[in-house]
């Protein structure tokens, strides 16, 4: 299985209009480095919080494709924080592709990660043998902002902090202090 954002988030969770990242950063609007700090800091700092996490912070379009339907009841999707399917295709038999239709189908987006099973009376389609032979787009992440969890916004701070204040390859791995943050939401599956 593998995913990439396709429709990256319209906002981010946090930005220089925030007065507690002005605040943080000992920012002020007159300072300049708006757009550096807006732009380039937070979306890469949203970004690495997203990856360890396994989390989608700010709502966004995901494709991710995968082998084959899973053997078992439930196929689980990679990024936590989905709010709707939007389309499930796969390649049949024939090696064409086809639209799975939403009625035969059943989605979990309460779950930790979440899944899509066959309905009731449905099974998972036949698929061809080809690698990624099933794609399915989804959406995830918080509507707005003020959904983002503040340990979150917090990590990004940190995170826009170190970046703004040594402009060096410095930071090698998360800092320690955020990880303590955003640990208890990681999902790790072995």
């Excluded at 990242?21 to 979306?43: C, E, F, R, S």
């Excluded at 924080?81 to 309460?110: A, P």
């Excluded at 794609?135 to 826009?160: C, F, H, P, R, S």
Aim: proline residues 5%; negative net charge.
């Amino acid at each position: 299985m593998a995913y990439t954002v396709t429709t990256p988030p319209a906002a981010e969770p946090i930005t220089t209009t925030d007065q507690e990242l002005q605040d943080h950063l000992k920012w002020t609007t007159g300072d300049g480095d708006a757009d550096l700090i807006n732009n380039i800091y937070v979306p890469t700092a949203r970004r690495m919080i997203e990856r360890y996490t396994q989390r989608a912070l700010m709502t966004q379009t995901i494709t991710e494709n995968f082998d084959k339907f899973p053997p078992l009841d439930w196929l689980r999707l990679s990024v936590m924080g989905v709010t709707s399917v939007t389309s499930i295709k796969y390649y049949d038999e024939d090696d064409t592709q086809q639209t799975w239709s939403s009625g035969e189908y059943v989605t979990d987006f309460v779950s930790r990660k979440a899944r899509i099973a066959p309905g009731l009376d449905y099974e998972w389609p036949s698929v061809s043998g080809r690698i990624n032979s099933v794609e399915i787009i989804y959406v995830a992440g918080a509507a707005t902002a003020g959904d983002v969890n503040q340990d979150y916004k917090t990590a990004i701070m940190w995170l826009v902090a170190e970046m703004y204040e040594e402009r060096t390859d410095r930071i090698h791995k998360i800092p320690t202090r955020v990880l303590d943050l955003i640990n208890p939401e990681s999902y790790w599956s072995f």
